[in-house]
């Protein structure tokens, strides 16, 4: 493989697992928040509405940061893809629609929910709070669409075999289904045990509880959805299934031990809450739902390669669909990932202080 | 194929909204960078208070900022999926920087929002200047793509072969006929260049286009573009700030407002002269050089003529006459070649060979250049009225700004002579509440009015072509056809303008609302019972 292809296929990969990352914790706390808002202004129940701020204040600090890693996969995509970045639009436009159309609302109702907080009426507070935990899940609705057509492209072959757009076809992809409600359990599970993990360091008991309880509840959901979708990869798209059973096998282990642990210290956790306890590893319950959120992507999409999209048992390798219309300058592409790092480690620093040292203020100030 | 009209002002109005989060977005920094230093400075807490609202504004308006821009940038490769062509090339140097820039732009304004109040002043300064600093340098970068499109550095010659009145575009760091050879296969088989970029294995076959990928960094028309671009973005935002602190005065009459306006007048006056005067006459220098039918559009030039004014300041020659579109329809008839002679010129078969299909570029071969020259030109003049109004409209209010932030600079700062006059203009406004509101509010239309105008002037004075003498918009549209559907468009206007009023109605409500609602938050935290 063309070593700058070969860098556009890692950089890409490393994008789309920290974007998937930072967005698994951002659309289960978004929900937990919103409903936890909304209970707190129906019941007057005043830990309610400080609960759904403290969740919240995760979504705050790192959404803006997701959305980065999701403009990174763009430009990845259009300037190393080129072809597929082409072939993906020109084809999936009603998905791709979908998904900018939900980030246009969820991104700006995020930031009017944090700063109006207080401001405006606790009733059209809470709606808001609703729109915005809502319009999450369009997003991966529309992108999970384009992943479940790389892997098998039902949509993408009627474009290439007639020239005629498929329109919703995408969602006719038998693949798209078990991806995308494997990710909606993911993402709210997820959400949940982060949610434990920080209201775990504030000693709230009740706070533990309320994130355990859909992070438990989703895992065990997502023990029907992962099965589904592991499955629906070996009926559709074989070679991707064989790889991840071939060399990607020690991942899918380290994968499938960590889901059962976070079940067992899940449910123990859920246990000793409700008997009032915090369990002393509550807190490494979200870091530990965030690493198998980042196994899965790997598997899901590191097992591709060197394909790019996979055609039931055979690939097409990501030279046919790369830039090769200039030679890529590969310091500048060093360069621009050194600062990248370098913003995570500046945004790895806001986010301990926001959410570790509590500069973020629990009531508004001024 | 895609109709591409109804899908250009969907695109400005995306491209718009973006552009008035952005000038917040530079603008607002420097206000509260000015609002912190003087916290810093005189120990004063309505400093602090001034600066953490235009924060809380800053932050709602940011989220606005970057979704807008994920807007245009999907809209680009959405939309517009030609484009990917030059993101794969022109484009890529650009896009990929502002990769380093958006990200750390963002880092560093969690980082900011987040000890804002909890370290020492100059940190915050610091942090915020960091943040500031990615976020200028990501204008510097979008400016530079857009500015490839208007002029296209790198691609020398190629433009003026096809329009005589052109300019050279720099070096040639493009492979010609291979470019040409795109460029006829769109034309020969009235299809959108996506549909060839997208086949696998296309760009294997055509190999290296460009041999330079940073050349559209160092375009002329690029640099006087930035400074122009991003000086008017900060202009916008501050003058934006300046008049909400000074709506606050006119309706309390509260000196501490009044205390809070005048460092931000200030500030704004000295970078208005910085704008006005000096990089606005570069960028009409480039303007003039390297857009010559956008310069006729703005002078309203049908026919050539002399002006000594204009051609002082266009040319620095005041005899040189305003060349008009008989000028530039003369040039085109002077060129006698025909797209086969060209075709020739360059070793291109009759035939070409394009990702498994055969594109028979003969039918083209009969087609005068000349024609297709004075067809453009018919077509970009179409747009004249238009252009020349919004370009003299720009100017008009841009002096009016220009006027209100002296007056405002002068009637602060004590000049002797100057103040006096600013004082005797500024009391035909009204009592001191009223006249500091008013100047602001001129500073606003001033700075909002040109923006919206020059964007206008610079995006529509461009047409017919989306890449100036290259490409067409009908060459580079999806070929979807949801996309021009009435369907999809009332969903994307209704999408777009919800998000964007609500968005400016949340920030004002930010930036004026009382907290009111605490009652349970503070319970459950333990304040305040």
Redesign the interface.
Known sequence: MNPAVFIGFVGLGLAVTLHVIFVSMTLGTGLLAAWYRWK?YRE????????A?KVFKVLI?SE??S??????I??FL??FF??????A??TL??P??IA??S??????T???S?????????RT?SLVMWIMALSGFGVPFGFRAIFAEINHPVAVGYYLQTGH?P?FMPYSNPLFWTLYLHTAAAVISTGGFVAASLLALDKDVRGVKAGLLPGVGFLVAQLIFGPLYYFSLDWYSPLLFKAVNGEFLPLLVIKLAAVVALLALGLASYKAARAGAISSYVKWLGPLALFTVALGEILNDGARYPNL?ILGDKG?SA???????????MP??Y??LA??I???V??T???F??LYRR??A????? | MTNPNPLLPLSALGIYFHGVYISLTFGLPVAIGVMLWKWWRTGDRDYY?AA??MT?VL??N???G??????V??GL??IW?GV??A???FA??P??????A???E??????FI??L??VKPPTSIAILALYAAFAYFSGVLITAVNSWMQAPWGVGPVAKTLYPFMPEYGPNVVDVPKLVALKLAAVATGQPI??L????????E??????D??VALYSPYALVSIFHNILAAILIGMAVATAGWAYRYFKTGDQKYLKIVKPLAGAFAVLFVIQAPIVAHFMGEVVVHYNPTKFALMEGAETTYHNPIIALVAYGDPNKPIIGFDELEKACMNNTLTVGDLAKALNLPQTLKLAGQSVDISALASVKLSDLCLADLQKAKAYMPLIHTVYYVKVAFAIIGGLAAAVLFFYFYRVPGLSAIASAIAKIFGDERRRVFLLALLLVLGTVIPAVGGWAVREIGRKPWSVYGLLYPSEIV??????SSPG?LA??YL??LA?SL??LY?MY??AT??????E??????G??Q
Request: hydrophobic share 60%; proline share 5%.
């Open positions: 707190a007057s129940d005043p830990w309610a509405e400080l609960f701020r600090v803006l940061f959305g980065v890693w999701g403009t990174i763009t430009v259009a300037g080129t072809a597929v970045t082409t072939l639009t020109n436009f009603i791709i629609a900018i159309a980030i246009m609302i969820r991104i700006p995020i930031a009017i944090w700063y109006t907080w207080g401001k405006i009426h606790p507070h757009n329109g999209v097409l030279d046919l669909f790369a830039n090769l219309y200039m030679d890529i300058p500048a592409v360069v621009i600062f990248l370098l913003s995570i500046v945004f620093m806001a986010a202080y926001a500069f973020i629990e009531v508004p100030e001024v | 208070k953490r609202i809380a932050g709602v940011f989220a606005l970057a979704i807008t821009g994920t807007l940038e999907f490769v959405q999926p990917n062509l993101i794969a090339t890529f140097a896009l990929a920087l502002e990769l380093i958006f990200a750390n963002i880092a560093f304004l969690i980082l987040v000890t109040g909890r996506s549909l970029i997208e086949k696998p294995g296309f760009a294997q055509v190999g290296i286009v460009l041999k990928p940073m999806t070929p979807v056809p949801y996309a999809f969903f994307a999408v777009i998000v609500g968005g949340a409500l930010v609302r009382e907290y009111k609602f605490l349970l938050l503070k319970k459950g935290a304040v305040g």
